[in-house]
Nanobody, 122 residues
């Protein structure tokens, strides 16, 4: 069983930056792909990015060039550096884990954190 704990959310002005962290523990977390998803009010949860166990990365188009995912394998932590934030980035951000390779489909991830709120003011 993998446990995930996000941190780092908050309120920021448009154009600002935030860095989210997700600590993974339990199970075989080192071999997992870790992804970030987000859910804005009244909308479906959507894929943001993932990084798999061999370093493969994918981003959704709307965050390319602004967000960067990275992973500290020794500490079992995945980071999401978010720059040039926009009001439309406002959402609850969730960390998720699955074995093997990453996926853009939230239904492929059996393990989820509780989420952290990111609010971008205009």
């Amino acid at each position: 069983q993998v446990q995930l704990a996000e941190s780092g959310g908050g309120l920021v002005q448009a154009g600002g930056s935030l860095k989210l962290s997700c600590l993974a523990s339990g199970g075989t977390s080192r071999g997992n792909a870790l992804g970030w998803f987000r859910q804005a009010p009244g909308k479906e949860r959507e894929f943001v990015t993932f990084i798999n166990s061999v370093g493969g990365i994918r981003y959704t188009d709307s965050v390319k060039g602004r967000f960067t995912i990275s992973r500290d394998t020794a500490r079992n932590v995945v980071y999401l550096q978010m720059n040039s934030l926009k009001p439309e980035d406002t959402a609850v951000y969730y960390c998720a884990a699955r074995t093997a390779y990453g996926s853009t489909d939230q239904h492929d991830y059996p393990y989820w954190g509780q989420g952290t709120q990111v609010t971008v003011s205009s």
